[in-house]
């Protein structure tokens, strides 16, 4: 798939893959609400804003590398949640045929995420 963006189209509920020619290719990976996609690097902690209303809404929740460790390279899509599929996240590969596609249920209603060389507390 080189030389292309990828972007979340909320409201339509796709990926958009872009090429440098402006031409768009809409993916459904089955997300409710696409927050944010990601390319999964190296070794590095996966920060998102967690907007479940209990117990402590609006923190920042780390979700560590070593869920990530195998699949460096691949990309990371954010499900928001708050509605019919859970919040989630899709880990995205191409096999040079076919978009391979993993969830994994992290518990969380995300909001927003980034991956970072940091290494913040895990908060209780």
Not at 9 to 21: F, P
Not at 57 to 66: E, H, L, N
């Amino acid at each position: 798939m080189g030389a292309k963006i990828l972007t979340c189209a909320e409201d339509q509920r796709l990926i958009y893959a872009v090429d440098l020619n402006g031409n768009a290719t809409g993916y459904h990976f089955g997300l409710g609400l696409p927050e944010d996609v990601r390319l999964i690097p190296s070794g590095q902690n996966l920060y998102a804003v967690d907007q479940r209303q209990s117990p402590d809404p609006s923190q920042v929740r780390k979700i560590t590398q070593d869920n990530f460790a195998a699949f460096a390279g691949d990309i990371l899509l954010v499900n928001e949640g708050g509605n019919c599929p859970p919040a989630a996240v899709f880990i995205v590969h191409w096999d040079g045929a076919r978009f391979v596609v993993r969830e994994i249920d992290v518990g969380l209603q995300l909001e927003h995420a980034v991956f970072a060389p940091i290494d913040i507390r895990a908060l209780p």
